[in-house]
């Protein structure tokens, strides 16, 4: 099992222009999470996606749209990209989401964004 | 809102020295803990967590950490750290009416010295 993918790995980009980040889990689990991480502030959750065919939204949503292609893929869209959205971009995904008990997230390798 | 604060930005430590990373959160409401471990270029890894019963909880690599609710701490702890503990840490919680959403503590990086 490959666990959790992304792709890019590394990707640059000029202010205005727009991308979609890539991730798949092959662990046949419900929820999947967008999160991004800059220095001292730990990650921040961008959206979540619970089951197939929902989408909620986290701490920072802003600038950001997601799409849960099925149940495998979670993608991240910037529209029009913005310094402020220079980070490391973590995928994640659990067995479970719902309130009433607890499954353990599992991340992937982290997409490295530059916005010039 | 849960807040998660971990007290040290960065903690040198030497070889086979012990080594404890401080973690204390907002709220006292019935919560799920963990460590995460981030070592350089790569993803974070489940190092253990707290879900209910003993306050003290083993996780991988030899590390421990103790859940105490009146304090809302809950403080990893190595008794001798290797070179390759170098890595940043990362607490994270979760309200049991959350689901699986997490909130991170912004990370302790630790720097072992031969």
């Known amino acids: 099992n490959a666990g959790v993918t992304q792709t890019p790995k590394f990707q640059v980009l000029k202010t205005g222009q727009s991308m979609t980040l890539q991730c798949a889990q092959d662990?046949?689990?419900?929820?999947m999470y967008w999160y991004r991480q800059d220095p001292g502030m730990g990650l921040r959750l961008i959206y979540y996606?619970?089951?197939?065919?929902?989408?909620d939204k986290g701490e920072v949503p802003n600038g950001y749209n997601v799409s849960r292609l099925n149940k495998r893929e979670f993608s991240l869209r910037l529209e029009s990209a913005a310094p402020s959205q220079t980070s490391v971009y973590f995928c994640?995904?659990?067995?479970?989401?719902?309130?009433?008990?607890?499954?353990?997230?599992?991340f992937g390798p982290g997409t490295r964004l530059t916005v010039l | 809102a849960q807040s998660v604060t971990q007290l040290d930005s960065q903690v040198p430590v030497f070889e086979e020295a012990p080594v404890e990373l401080r973690c204390n959160y907002s709220?006292?409401?019935?919560?799920?803990l963990f460590w995460y471990v981030q070592y350089p270029n790569q993803g974070l890894q489940l190092l253990l967590k707290?879900?209910?019963?003993?306050?003290l909880v083993k996780g991988i690599n030899g590390f421990e950490a103790e859940f105490n609710k009146s304090q809302t701490s809950f403080h990893l702890r190595k008794p001798s750290v290797h070179i390759s503990d170098t890595a940043e840490y990362f607490c994270?919680?979760?309200?049991?009416?959350?689901?699986?959403?997490?909130?991170f503590g912004g990370g302790t990086r630790v720097l072992v010295k031969p």
């Open positions: 994640a995904s659990s067995e479970g989401g719902l309130a009433g008990g607890f499954y353990s997230q599992y």
């Open positions: 662990m046949n689990h419900n929820s």
């Open positions: 996606s619970a089951s197939e065919g929902t989408t």
């Open positions: 709220s006292s409401v019935s919560v799920y």
């Open positions: 707290y879900l209910s019963g003993s306050t």
């Open positions: 994270a919680v979760s309200d049991r009416a959350a689901g699986n959403k997490l909130t």
